[in-house]
């Protein structure tokens, strides 16, 4: 079954599901701060996702930006900033979908769509 890892305040996870619930396709709902994803869970995404990782970090949430990620992820290797987006769902960019082997952060309709031909 699809998993559909959301922050239930967040307007875009709103739009998604709601996406989600016209087309009648079902999914596990997972809140990301009750539930935070893994270390091993957010590798395993990423690597299947073949996005880069900067695109599972919420570049536009208050603690990326209270901790100044934009100056320091480029020093950090993987294994840090994949360590540290396990420390805070709040980190982590939302909604993220898992089916399968395939892997998607952030809402856009066009990329769901593709995604769910």
């Given at each position: ?46 690597h ?26 480029p020093?950090?290797?993987e294994?840090?900033q ?35 031909e």
């Open positions: 079954m699809l998993l559909f890892i959301e922050y239930p305040k967040c307007t875009t996870c709103q739009k998604a599901k709601k996406w989600l619930d016209e087309r009648g396709i079902q999914y596990e709902d997972r809140h990301i701060v009750e539930q935070n994803p893994t270390k091993e869970e957010l590798t395993d995404w990423y299947r996702s073949g996005l880069p990782l900067k695109k599972f970090f919420n570049t536009s949430g208050l603690k990326y930006k209270a901790l100044e990620l934009k100056d320091k992820l020093q950090m290797t294994e840090e994949l360590a540290l987006l396990a420390t805070d769902g709040m980190l982590v960019k939302r909604p993220i979908i898992v089916e399968g082997e395939k892997v998607l952060t952030g809402f856009c309709e066009k990329e769901w769509e593709k995604f769910f």
